[in-house]
């Protein structure tokens, strides 16, 4: 049992979150950074934070718009327009940001 003991600790922590079923800590922060840009994107054309998001995404100088971009590389999400045609369809998008585990 000593064997056994010791191949439980020497287990990843990817491998043991894969065998979960949950994601990494970056592909959780890459989750909910682009729920809360899928979801500012579904307001209205006027809102405020909407409005922001587009300018600082056709911007991309903050490191923070950088990561967002690289998020949508990796989601084959080529231009703004298609993220906001695509955050509209909210089950979906969901379920191709679950889907997202590094």
């Known amino acids: 049992t000593d064997s056994k003991q010791t191949k439980i600790l020497l287990t990843k922590k990817t491998d043991l979150l894969k065998l979960l079923g949950l994601p990494t800590m970056h592909g959780l922060l890459r989750q909910k950074r ?7 994107l579904r307001r209205a054309d006027s809102d405020v934070s909407k409005v922001e998001v587009k300018i600082e995404l056709a911007l991309s100088s903050k490191p923070w718009t950088k990561c967002l971009l690289g998020d949508m590389k990796q989601l084959n999400i080529k231009s703004i327009k298609a993220l906001e045609d695509i955050s509209k369809k909210r089950e979906l998008f969901r379920i191709a940001l679950n889907s997202i585990n590094t």
């Open 34 to 40: 682009m729920r809360w840009v899928g979801h500012a």
